[in-house]
């Protein structure tokens, strides 16, 4: 059987899709020193790069 390069892409486009090792998702339990910390939210369509939210 001859595969062509059409059915070839095809053929890696269908697995690639499949999920090769599923892994349950774990949360971490936040540290002593991460309680206390802060974020900051940007909203980066109205960034404009003046880097104070560092």
Do not use: I, W
């Not at 269908?14 to 998702?25: D, G, K, N, R």
């Amino acid at each position: 059987m001859r595969l062509h390069r059409r059915d070839f892409f095809k053929t890696v486009g269908a697995l690639a899709t499949v999920p090769l090792v599923a892994a349950p998702a774990e949360g971490s339990t936040p540290s002593a020193g991460e309680k206390d910390s802060l974020g900051c939210l940007v909203d980066l369509t109205l960034c404009v790069g003046c880097r104070k939210c560092e």
